[in-house]
């Protein structure tokens, strides 16, 4: 059965580190799928923030985490982690990983081009 899990989420002080992991069941995220990270804010739209490329590796970030977060995956492990630093307030959201629909393509940050998720993990930014 195909399946994502989210962990890793929490409270941590401005300026602080996170570190997100996405296991994967099912399928395997150094195959032929990118996964996307999202995240939602209360109120908010879901926000496309990062991805890494299912053959290439390549990996991508919006400007709101540019330099701030890192994705990366472990096949060995079958997960993809998102190493977040230098937090911020405006970054506390519930974090979701996604597998894309399509195979062998560059990932985009767009939320209708994935159609499995994980069940989310809350990241809360406050001192």
């Known amino acids: 059965q195909l399946q994502l899990v989210e962990s890793g989420g929490g409270l941590v002080q401005p300026g602080g580190s996170l570190r997100l992991s996405c296991a994967a069941s099912g399928f395997s995220v150094g195959g032929s799928y990118a996964i996307g990270w999202f995240r939602q804010a209360p109120g908010k739209e879901r926000e496309g923030i990062s991805c890494i490329s299912s053959s290439t590796g390549g990996t991508y970030y919006a400007d709101s985490v540019k330099g701030r977060f890192t994705v990366s995956r472990d096949n060995a492990k079958n997960t993809v982690y998102l190493q977040m630093n230098s937090l911020k307030p405006d970054d506390t959201a519930v974090y979701y990983c996604?597998?894309?629909?399509?195979?062998?393509?560059?990932?985009?940050?767009?939320?209708?081009?994935?159609?499995?998720w994980g069940q989310g993990a809350q990241v809360t930014v406050s001192s």
């Open positions: 996604a597998r894309d629909k399509n195979r062998f393509r560059r990932c985009v940050l767009r939320s209708a081009e994935y159609d499995y």
